[in-house]
């Protein structure tokens, strides 16, 4: 047997000398998942004593975190605007910075009580089904490539409870036709194919390269994205595009050459372009 306050101490150091930032936060999380409690549990019975199983299995996983897999691989779960999304490695791990397109829906639909919107690549579906949960009359569709990623965003919205307002295709976007949308939302890969490997090292190991090669221009998915948005929008439809901090120019490019009015390109928390708003303009 083992204290809890033992164990934490212990993880935290070993983590802390690998420098990683957060490694009191990732040790207490680690910590909860293994002995399937909260963290909040962790912080306030630190003279809890765990078993010699709990306690392997936390050895284990912070041996992982050591060796620089994510956490949110570690406990298949990662937080992204107010809700919890179930994880694993076959899909990309939601960025805080990705919330700024959910809002930017919300702001230029707050008087639209019912839209129907498609969501290109949706990996573990948090944006789309943020969505749903915010606009409780909002409709659904999305697509992705990767036979996991379905599995992944049926799971999560079974879990939200936003199921029956969503449907899945496992699709090439070349190939997808169905339908005509309000409002295409879309976190495409964008990484040139070259700078793949200039990537902090946790996400160019463990990440899905699917979800992150954008070719060798970086915007190969980001043209394919425009295309066939430009088909499948509504005219006055709302295209909500992510993209890299040095992508903007060549985007603005594509989109006027699909149809698409620049409205506004949207800046991170740290001041990089991130998103870019456009508006269908001709059939």
Do not use: H
């Not at 934490?8 to 930032?21: D, G, H, R, T, V």
């Not at 809890?48 to 709990?54: L, V």
């Not at 699917?210 to 499948?232: C, N, P, Q, V, Y």
Request: charged fraction near 30%.
């Amino acid at each position: 047997m083992m204290k809890l306050e033992v164990a934490l101490k212990e993880a935290y150091k070993k983590l802390s000398n690998k420098k990683i930032k957060t490694a009191l936060i990732d040790s207490e999380l680690l910590l909860a998942n293994s002995i399937k409690k909260s963290r909040e549990f962790i912080i306030l019975n630190l003279d809890y004593d765990i078993s010699t199983r709990e306690y392997n299995n936390f050895q284990e996983m912070v041996s992982q975190r050591f060796n620089g897999k994510p956490i949110a691989y570690l406990i298949n779960k990662k937080f992204f605007w107010k809700y919890d999304f179930f994880i694993n490695d076959k899909v990309l791990i939601p960025r805080p910075d990705t919330e700024i397109i959910i809002e930017q829906v919300l702001k230029i639909y707050n008087k639209k009580n019912k839209i129907n919107f498609l969501d290109i690549g949706f990996g573990s579906g948090c944006i789309l089904l943020s969505i749903l949960k915010e606009k409780k009359n909002f409709i659904a569709t999305g697509v992705d490539i990767s036979n996991e990623a379905l599995k992944v965003c049926k799971i999560n919205a079974y879990k939200l409870g936003v199921k029956n307002r969503v449907k899945l295709f496992k699709s090439d976007i070349d190939k997808f036709s169905q339908g005509k949308y309000d409002l295409i939302i879309s976190n495409p890969p964008y990484i040139k194919n070259l700078d793949l490997r200039y990537l902090e090292r946790n996400v160019v190991n463990y990440e899905p390269k699917l979800a992150l090669d954008g070719g060798l221009d970086g915007i190969s998915e980001i043209r394919k994205t425009i295309k066939k948005s430009s088909e499948l929008i509504k005219k006055g439809g709302k295209l909500i595009l992510e993209i890299a901090y040095n992508q903007k120019k060549e985007v603005k490019e594509l989109l006027r050459k699909n149809s698409f009015y620049i409205n506004s390109v949207v800046k991170d928390l740290a001041n990089n372009d991130r998103c870019i708003i456009s508006t269908k303009i001709e059939e």
